[in-house]
């Protein structure tokens, strides 16, 4: 009867759930980076790489790996916003922080120290905006003794 009672909150009526306005910001932001990236690597793919480095079949390849990935994670941020899915929203922005935590470590390895700030600073604004987003699946009262 406790499950039930869980389970019936957890779907609740039409219910509205507050996301403060910077985690939003922080989102938006994200989603849009994420986007213009997919363009860039979509359209011009010489921008992904060094100047002078050559752009062969493989770096296209790769450049439209990217623009997936880009537009994957930034389409469903923007689902997990419209529909204020919490959950589905700390879980995001916790992976785009992740990505960013290894892109950080790849720019290390090869030397690209002009963009590290910026890489790093991203990463760990989404790492703080989802670790301060209250998760409501932490908070139902589920018991195992009715599995």
């Known amino acids: 009867m406790k499950r039930e009672n869980a389970v019936s909150e957890l779907r609740g009526p039409t219910e509205r759930v507050r ?23 979509l359209v011009r793919p010489a921008m992904l790489v060094s100047p002078g480095d050559e752009i062969n079949g493989a770096t296209r390849v790769y450049a439209g790996y990217l623009a997936s990935r880009n537009m994957a994670i930034g389409i469903a941020l923007v689902a997990a916003l419209l529909y204020r899915a919490r959950g589905a929203l700390r879980d995001l922005m916790l992976l785009y922080a992740l990505i960013q935590g290894l892109d950080a470590a790849m720019d290390c390895v090869e030397g690209r120290w002009a963009i590290l700030p910026g890489v790093l600073v991203l990463g760990a604004l989404f790492l703080f905006a989802a670790l301060r987003l209250p998760d409501r699946r932490r908070q139902l009262p589920f018991t195992t003794s009715d599995e």
């Open 19 to 41: 996301i403060p306005w910077w985690v939003n910001a922080i989102a938006i932001l994200g989603a849009v980076l994420l986007f213009v990236g997919a363009v860039v690597a």
